[in-house]
């Protein structure tokens, strides 16, 4: 007969979550065969999860709608793509964090700061605030205005596109 389980002496943790910033370009490359969309899959695989900021689910719907009106992509491709994301949303695979009140207020207080030659989209800011208000160091996108302005908001904009 088996002694009682004695505790470890020393406390077990479980490994940290690595959770990546994607931009909504990045997102779209997850279900895409678009340039880059190899690296952006690749990168992803390494990682427990994804989150984006809550406007980002806005603009996957944009692209989507992008794709139909240029003919980029089947209806029954489009409609695929619709049904992952809601699939990956439903499995915590893609998280779409809020944004608060404290995300705006970092929005505005950096854009304040910022240089007058700054030139960034109100979309891309509420992405990069939400991101520094939630405790990322890294955020990752393609777009060159995006990468640009991340240092103003302390964060790392990184692309693992080649080429773009």
């Known amino acids: ?8 002496s020393s406390p077990k943790t479980a490994p940290p979550v690595k959770t990546l910033y994607f931009d909504s370009n ?5 279900y895409s065969t678009e340039p880059g969309a190899t690296e952006v899959q690749a990168l992803a695989g390494t990682a427990d999860s994804l989150v984006t900021a809550w406007h980002g689910r806005a603009e996957l719907a944009s692209i989507l709608l992008r794709k139909r009106r ?14 992952q994301i809601r699939d990956d949303r ?10 608060t009140e404290d995300v705006l207020k970092r929005l505005e207080s950096v854009l304040a700061a910022a ?6 989209r109100a979309a891309d800011a509420l992405h990069l ?4 208000e939630h405790g990322f160091s890294e955020v990752y996108s ?3 205005l995006f ?6 908001f302390g964060l790392i904009g990184v692309n693992v596109i080649p080429n773009s």
């Open 1 to 8: 007969m088996a002694g009682p389980i004695r505790p470890s």
């Open 26 to 30: 990045y997102l779209f490359r997850l």
């Open 70 to 83: 240029e003919a980029a992509l089947a209806e029954e491709a489009l409609e695929e793509i619709r049904c």
């Open 90 to 99: 439903e499995m915590a695979l893609i998280e779409f964090l809020p944004l």
């Open 115 to 120: 240089p007058a030659t700054t030139n960034i």
């Open 129 to 132: 605030a939400c991101a520094a």
């Open 142 to 144: 393609n777009d060159r």
């Open 147 to 152: 990468l640009a302005a991340a240092p103003l």
